[in-house]
């Protein structure tokens, strides 16, 4: 019998037709071991780490008030969380659209934030949110803090600093992005400078020395790509790996290198923003997760996550959604703590879960087309190599469920069924023979599994007759 190599590329690609992508990876990551071999595995699943009080909901923002203690903002209400998971309900905060937050130096930190339906407000570690207390804050749409600066930012493009560890500001402490002819949308702390983004361009600012208006940064350059919205921009959090990356109105994504825009964006992710006629519902965050760094990429409609350890793009779904139901994300405690879009759930990565909290994590991937062959060839059999012993304490032997179609992915038959094998069952082989004929699309497999349990596949092989 002849044997051709069954593959799966690492990239997420379901193509503008069935026919045309090579292959998606739902809930899976490509991890690369000391020798060379590449696995394809379950995504991270989620342990919850605490909950909310009461009925809140929807994480809005999250920042660390102090060493102790991380504060949430959920619709209509801030709560406090200690390094146990213990709330605190610190009180009443008006809204549900996301927002952003800061924390300056001072020897009690100030905590700062602004929601851009809202306004400007202050948090506090042990006492009830309030109203920024100088009026000439006036209405931002976002904040950050660096070199010791609170840095707020207007739809005009202007952008207003604090005093030093201050919530005090000066109407004269003020610049605007003049190179700029769009819409003012985010400012960024990233790597010591000020990023000012616009629609249409990204102004970086830094504090080598003061302003002549009394504004303390000095414009360094001008970067010449905007943001799609307020929320499509991550990767300057504290502990990340600092690499700064958005989404931009030309529907592409970039990674900052030195001062450069580089597209690392996909055809697919390109196509699924073209499509998103609402971009301020776009949102990013970043996480990592033994030893990978994951930006996500979220809509209504789809969730794309970058890993930037291979440079590769795979897609995130919840159960019974269309995107993951993470919403917003931090380092603290000694991990990254993960917000929810639908309960006030906080959450913590686990590669070890299987899971989301209760929920299934489904385990969705598609192979390349195979097509080296000759047409109408039977295919005798079929062995992909999983790793052995997958089953989880307290569950049963976790099953794949494998299909396989003649039309490059456009529809698939039946699946069969394959057990993956029980805790300390090592010589499980998963084979499938008869498999029909190879059509004149090549074949195309696809590979489920929902059961708790450990999934890494290496590969498979066809036996044609």
């Known amino acids: 019998?002849?044997?051709?190599?069954?593959?799966?590329?690492?990239?997420?690609?379901?193509?503008?037709?069935?026919?045309?992508?090579?292959?998606?990876?739902?809930?899976?990551?490509?991890?690369?071991?000391?020798?060379?071999?590449?696995?394809?595995?379950?995504?991270?699943?989620?342990?919850?780490?605490?909950?909310?009080?009461?009925?809140?909901?929807?994480?809005?923002?999250?920042?660390?008030a102090n060493t102790g203690t991380l504060l949430v903002v959920y619709?209509?209400?801030?709560?406090?969380?200690?390094?146990?998971?213990?709330?605190?309900?610190?009180?009443?905060?008006?809204?549900?659209?996301?927002?952003?937050?800061?924390?300056?130096?001072?020897?009690?930190?100030?905590?700062?934030?602004?929601s851009p339906a809202s306004g400007p407000f202050v948090l506090s570690a042990a006492g009830a949110p309030?109203?920024?207390?100088?009026?000439?804050?006036?209405?931002?749409?976002?904040?950050?803090?660096t070199g010791g600066y609170f840095f707020f930012m207007y739809g005009d493009r202007r952008c207003r600093a604090s005093g030093l560890n201050s919530t005090a500001i000066n109407s004269l402490d003020e610049i605007k992005a003049e190179s700029s002819a769009g819409a003012g949308l985010r400012c960024v702390a990233f790597r010591g400078?000020?990023?000012?983004?616009?629609?249409?361009?990204?102004?970086?600012?830094?504090?080598?020395?003061?302003?002549?208006?009394?504004?303390?940064f000095?414009?360094?350059?001008?970067?010449?790509?905007?943001?799609?919205?307020?929320?499509?921009?991550?990767?300057?959090?504290?502990e990340f790996a600092a690499e700064l990356i958005w989404a931009a109105p030309d529907n592409m994504v970039y990674q900052l290198r030195g001062y450069e825009p580089f597209r690392i964006s996909t055809p697919t992710i390109e196509r699924d923003l073209q499509a998103l006629t609402d971009k301020s519902s776009l949102r990013c965050f970043v996480a990592a997760h033994n030893g990978h760094p994951y930006f996500y990429l979220k809509s209504a409609t789809f969730t794309h996550v970058y890993d930037l350890l291979y440079s590769n793009w795979v897609e995130r779904k919840s159960y019974s959604l269309e995107r993951f139901r993470a919403e917003q994300c931090v380092y603290h405690f000694n991990d990254w703590i993960i917000g929810d879009e639908l309960t006030g759930d906080l959450w913590r990565l686990d590669a070890d879960t299987y899971q989301e909290g209760n929920d299934p994590l489904v385990w969705d991937i598609e192979s390349d087309v195979t097509e080296d062959f000759p047409m109408n060839a039977p295919v005798k059999r079929a062995d992909f190599?999983?790793?052995?012993?997958?089953?989880?304490?307290g569950a049963d032997a976790p099953t794949v469920a494998i299909s396989w179609s003649e039309n490059g992915g456009t529809d698939y038959g039946t699946?069969?069924?394959?057990?993956?094998?029980d805790i300390g069952k090592y010589g499980n082989m998963v084979t499938l023979k008869r498999c029909g004929r190879m059509g004149s699309h090549g074949r195309k497999w696809r590979m489920v599994c929902g059961d708790r349990g450990y999934i890494g596949l290496a590969g498979g092989t066809m036996f044609l007759g």
């Open 1 to 64: 019998m002849r044997r051709i190599p069954i593959q799966f590329s690492p990239a997420s690609s379901k193509g503008d037709h069935p026919q045309t992508g090579s292959g998606r990876k739902i809930n899976a990551i490509i991890e690369q071991d000391e020798d060379g071999r590449k696995f394809v595995k379950r995504a991270p699943g989620l342990t919850r780490w605490s909950r909310a009080l009461g009925t809140r909901t929807h994480t809005r923002g999250m920042i660390a």
């Open 75 to 114: 619709n209509a209400e801030v709560q406090s969380f200690n390094s146990a998971g213990v709330g605190s309900v610190r009180g009443a905060l008006a809204g549900t659209d996301l927002v952003t937050l800061a924390r300056n130096n001072a020897a009690t930190p100030n905590v700062v934030g602004v």
């Open 130 to 145: 309030g109203a920024y207390p100088d009026a000439d804050v006036q209405s931002p749409i976002a904040v950050c803090f």
């Open 193 to 216: 400078q000020l990023f000012l983004f616009c629609a249409d361009k990204i102004e970086v600012w830094q504090g080598d020395q003061p302003n002549a208006s009394g504004f303390p």
């Open 218 to 238: 000095n414009r360094a350059t001008i970067i010449e790509r905007g943001i799609a919205s307020t929320n499509s921009v991550a990767g300057w959090e504290n």
């Open 385 to 393: 190599n999983f790793v052995g012993s997958a089953g989880a304490i």
């Open 415 to 421: 699946p069969l069924m394959r057990s993956l094998g």
